[in-house]
């Protein structure tokens, strides 16, 4: 390959340096224009006045869209509720080859215990007259706990 003396690659960077920039010039020039036309676009009378129809017409596209995919939607949740049936009947088994989990592991012994479910159960109301109690006091009349 032909190298340039220092001077002609100099010369050859300038130039090329100074076409990018004349470019870079238009580029920003046509980005400006874009942005007047819109901003005259979003701030016309026009523009605002039917922004109401604009925002019912796109919730009528999403509706009739759902609508349309209602069908393929309840088929593929059918298909994971199928999918699951069963589940924690089959104890999981330890992993083949070199694993972290083996077969001593507390994850394949007792595997994923569901929690109990919280019961909410009313507190005793408090000893005394209701009088007693002012607006924000801090009574247990009405109040729930988790046990």
Do not use: I
């Amino acid at each position: 390959m032909d190298e340039l003396p220092d001077h002609d690659l100099v010369d050859a960077l300038r130039e090329e340096n100074d076409s990018l920039r004349l470019r870079v010039g238009q580029l920003e020039a046509a980005a400006n224009e874009y942005r007047r036309q819109m901003t005259e676009v979003l701030t016309c009378v026009s523009w605002r006045a039917t922004s109401p129809l604009r925002g019912v017409a796109g919730k009528g596209r999403l509706w009739r869209r759902r609508v349309r995919t209602l069908p393929k939607r309840l088929a593929r949740r059918g298909d994971a509720v199928r999918g699951t049936m069963t589940t924690w009947l089959f104890p999981p088994a330890p992993p083949v080859g070199n694993h972290l989990v083996t077969a001593a592991s507390p994850l394949l012994r007792l595997p994923f215990r569901e929690p109990e479910p919280t019961r909410l159960r009313p507190t005793s109301p408090p000893a005394g007259p209701r009088s007693a109690q002012g607006p924000g006091s801090r009574g247990g009349a009405g109040r729930l706990t988790v046990r």
